[in-house]
């Protein structure tokens, strides 16, 4: 059974403005809330809130809501709190301790919403009956999570902790996310929960500058678990790094304008019917 993985919030912020666009994105997409024009303040949940950045973006878009930000890593709660309290519009921003794999919903949502954190957690479609319900009539649930896990900076990462050397240690931690669905199937689950869905996947080619920026942008994410896992062993860290991060520079050599890092998103916006 895994452990899990120690987040640094201040690594996986170094690359902010690349991981917001996806969710500006999805926040585009999201249709009008049921709350509006009745004078109530929307209620929104965001499921996997880490350092709460995203999340205060939802109060720019509804700015008397009560938004609450859950999610299951101390250390970005941490950060996350830097946000909370009353809202320039009037709303409130709160956070609360909660893994999205066993979250209920405990209030009647005009939205729950998602940025990137799914990924981490198996058979979440099987929780979307229940999130649905949480909503209220014409509410909405969207989500977003990457879908490039067959790309080379995951697959390279799988490989190696499969590698004889690193195998009894890493086991499958470099091959996690094989529950994410394809944009189709997120439609059909969905639509099939009788809401009115829309889904789709874009692939952002990032241009990263720096010196092996790819493994700086792995090392906020589908490291984690790898660098939580080697945290006691630092020597035994460095070299894990130092072999990965040779595959990388292969697989993504530097250009004369920086690294061009393909990646792709998965988007799905449900909103339940009146």
């Known amino acids: 059974m895994h452990s899990a993985p120690t987040w640094d919030p201040q690594q996986y912020l170094r690359h902010s403005g690349h991981r917001t666009r996806p969710f500006l994105d999805l926040l585009a997409r ?59 519009g009037g709303g409130l921003l709160d956070f609360r301790a909660a893994d999205a794999a066993h979250w209920t919903p405990d209030d009647t949502y005009d939205l729950i919403v998602s940025n990137a954190a799914l990924q981490w ?21 969207a989500f977003q999570v990457p ?39 997120y439609l059909t689950r969905l639509v099939d929960l009788g809401c009115e869905s829309d889904a789709w ?13 790819v493994l700086d942008w792995v090392k906020g994410t589908a490291l984690r678990p790898v660098l939580t896992t080697l945290a006691d062993d630092p020597a035994a860290a460095a070299e894990f790094l130092a072999e990965y991060r040779d595959l990388l520079r292969k697989a993504y050599p530097p250009g ?14 449900a909103r339940k019917k009146n």
């Not at 004369?256 to 916006?269: Q, S, Y």
């Open 30 to 88: 999201i249709p009008e809330l049921p709350a509006i024009g009745t004078g109530l303040p929307p209620r929104i949940a965001d499921l996997g809130c880490g350092p709460g950045n995203v999340t205060a973006l939802l109060a720019d878009r509804w700015p008397t809501a009560h938004i609450t930000g859950f999610d299951s890593s101390p250390e970005m709660l941490e950060q996350a709190a830097d946000y909370a309290g009353t809202t320039p």
């Open 121 to 141: 957690v198996p058979n979440h479609p099987e929780s979307f009956p229940l999130w649905i319900e949480g909503l209220r009539p014409g509410g909405t649930f």
């Open 147 to 185: 879908g490039n896990f067959t790309s080379p900076s995951h697959a390279l990462l799988g490989e190696l902790c499969d590698a004889p050397q690193w195998r009894d240690r890493l086991s499958d931690h470099g091959r996690r996310f094989v529950h994410v669905l394809d944009p189709a199937e």
């Open 201 to 213: 996947e874009t692939t952002y080619s990032q241009l990263l500058a720096g010196e092996d920026p």
């Open 256 to 269: 004369p304008h920086g690294t061009v890092f393909p990646f792709r998103r998965i988007f799905a916006v």
